[in-house]
């Protein structure tokens, strides 16, 4: 079986702050793992994905999300957050080994304060 | 090019009644893919249709179902509808099917979803 869980239901920032949305999976074997962001009334848009190689994986919107194996997590950061990143993020994983239907985390909604 | 479009975009039906979505995906992929998210929850995988067959189905009651065409378009049609149906439901096209993507991690490309309302 496959699970994620994204602990926080919202994180708040300022702008030009650091931000991070914490994301942790559990799979049978190795891990493919990726974000989603969801805006209002919008459907979801890739951000980034771990397939293998580098834990630091560089995505869209000067995002980036870092793979630690021993802890089984995949967090999401920026290291200057904008209020235009303010938006539902969703993390998600698939176990290379079994399913090959990605299941999704219920969510954490990032606001960025001006 | 186009993203993947769905329609309608919002809906109102009453208990009982039946709904059809649609779902055009991105002009060269394959394989269609239904989600239901519910307000507070991440979506939740419906089904999977790849070259027109039935690749995948999540925890859904038979009440649920869908095709695909040839075209590759795709019709999710749920029966006798239940107030907790009421939902944002979203299609997903990729290149492949998961079981065909040799890079093993298919990205999947949403459209903007339909809003189904039941009263």
């Known amino acids: 079986a496959q699970s994620v869980a994204q602990p926080e239901d919202q994180v708040n920032v300022a702008e030009g702050n650091p931000l991070t949305v914490k994301c942790t999976y559990s799979?049978?074997?190795?891990?493919?793992l990726f974000w989603y962001v969801q805006y209002p009334n919008r459907g979801l848009q890739f951000l980034l994905k771990y397939i293998t190689g580098d834990n630091l994986v560089k995505g869209s919107y000067g995002f980036e999300a870092e793979f630690n194996k021993s802890q089984t997590s995949f967090h999401l950061k920026k290291p200057s957050a904008l209020v235009s990143d303010s938006a539902l993020y969703f993390c998600a994983v698939r176990d290379m080994g079994g399913s090959y239907i990605p299941t999704f985390g219920r969510g954490t909604s990032l606001i960025v304060h001006p | 090019d186009a993203g993947v479009t769905q329609s309608p975009t919002h809906l109102i039906k009453t208990r009982g009644q039946q709904v059809t979505l649609r779902c055009s995906p991105i002009s060269g992929h394959k394989s269609v893919s239904w989600y239901q998210q519910v307000l507070g929850q991440g979506p939740q995988f419906i089904f999977q249709y790849y070259e027109k067959e039935e690749r995948g189905r999540g925890n859904f009651p038979d009440r649920f179902s869908a095709r695909q065409f040839p075209n590759y378009s795709s019709e999710l049609n749920v029966n006798a509808l239940l107030l907790g149906d009421s939902a944002l439901y979203l299609c997903a096209s990729s290149p492949r099917g998961s079981r065909t993507d040799l890079s093993g991690a298919n990205v999947l490309t949403f459209g903007a979803g339909s809003r189904l309302t039941v009263l």
């Open positions: 799979v049978s074997g190795n891990p493919y």
